[in-house]
C-alpha cells in the first residue's frame, strides 16, 4: 500500500478524539450488522432494536412507556416507534392503565412470550459474547460509563468552547 493510501486507511484511527463519534457509530452499526445476521441463523423475525423492550417486559412484567424510555435511556419517541413496531409484529399489546387512563402498559402477547423463549438462549449466547468481547477489549463497557458520566458533567460543546 503506497503512503498515501497507508495514511488514508489509518485516516479516523490517527484521528483520536476527533472522531471518536464516528468510531463509535460505526461499531455501533457493526454490531447491530452482526448480531442480525447471528439472529438470521435461528429462523425468527427479529430486530435488533426490539431486544431491550422485549428483555424488559419478560423480565418485569407489564411496564409503561415511560418506564421502558426511563430504563433504556432513550425518547419517548424510540419507544414509541419501538413499540409500534413490535405491535404491528403481533408482539406486545398496549391496554390501559386501570389506575391511569392516560398511561399506557405494554405487555408481551403470546407470540411474544414464545419468541422470548425461544431467544433467551440466542440471548445468553450473545451475553457471554459481548462478555468475552469486553474482557478482550480491557473493560470496554467501564470505560463507556466512564465517558457518559464525562458527557453528564461537561458536554463535549462545552469542553470545545474552552480551546477556542
Not at 490517527?14 to 471518536?20: F, V
Not at 424510540?78 to 392516560?102: F, W
Not at 431467544?119 to 470505560?143: F, I, Q, T, Y
Amino acid at each position: 500500500m503506497n503512503s498515501k493510501k497507508n495514511d488514508m486507511y489509518t485516516y479516523t484511527v490517527d484521528s483520536g478524539g476527533a472522531a471518536l463519534a464516528s468510531r463509535l457509530r460505526r461499531l455501533s452499526e457493526r454490531l447491530d450488522r452482526e448480531v442480525s445476521q447471528f439472529y438470521d441463523g435461528f429462523d425468527v423475525t427479529f430486530e435488533q432494536r426490539w431486544f431491550g423492550m422485549l428483555n424488559l417486559i419478560d423480565r418485569f412484567g407489564p411496564v409503561s412507556v415511560g418506564e421502558v424510555a426511563a430504563a433504556l435511556v432513550i425518547s419517548h419517541a424510540s419507544v414509541s416507534q419501538t413499540r409500534d413496531s413490535l405491535h404491528k409484529s403481533g408482539l406486545i399489546e398496549e391496554t390501559a392503565d386501570p389506575n391511569d387512563k392516560r398511561r399506557r402498559t405494554l405487555r408481551l402477547t403470546r407470540n411474544g412470550d414464545e419468541l422470548v423463549r425461544k431467544l433467551k438462549p440466542v440471548w445468553d449466547a450473545l451475553s457471554a459474547s459481548a462478555a468475552e468481547l469486553n474482557a478482550e477489549s480491557g473493560d470496554l463497557v467501564a470505560a463507556i460509563t466512564r465517558l457518559e458520566q464525562a458527557l453528564e458533567r461537561r458536554s463535549v460543546a462545552q469542553r470545545a468552547e474552552a480551546y477556542l
